[in-house]
């Protein structure tokens, strides 16, 4: 069983910062993608961060220029700054790794979700 674990979501005014930090029960062997995403009720999950193991970066246009993803390895673990928070950002935030682990093979998985409310 492989859980990731995020946490640093919460309760944020507008222009402030929030980092999200989403950690693996189990080191990846190799990964070929992670990745942070967000969802509201009644609304499908997006796509907010991408980092793939080449360490290209991809974001979506409602958050260049204000949100950060970082990977640390030694950690196992993935980042997303989020600096000028808009009530816009508000979601539950949700952790995804493309991996590969040895004896469970390559899958896809995601953590739990993390709440971020940002207040006006």
């Known amino acids: 069983q492989v859980q990731l674990v995020e946490s640093g979501g919460g309760l944020v005014q507008a222009g402030g910062s929030l980092r999200l930090s989403c950690g693996a029960s189990r080191r990846f062997f190799s990964i070929n993608a992670m990745g942070w995403y967000r969802q509201v009720p009644g609304k499908q999950r997006e796509m907010v961060a991408s980092l793939t193991s080449g360490g290209s970066t991809n974001y979506a246009d409602s958050v260049k220029g204000r949100f950060t993803i970082s990977r640390d390895n030694a950690k196992n673990t993935v980042y997303l700054q989020m600096n000028s928070l808009e009530p816009e950002d508000t979601a539950v935030y949700y952790c995804?790794?493309?991996?590969?682990?040895?004896?469970?093979?390559?899958?896809?998985?995601w953590g739990q979700g993390t709440q971020v409310t940002v207040s006006s």
């Open positions: 995804h790794v493309n991996g590969l682990i040895l004896g469970l093979g390559r899958n896809d998985y």
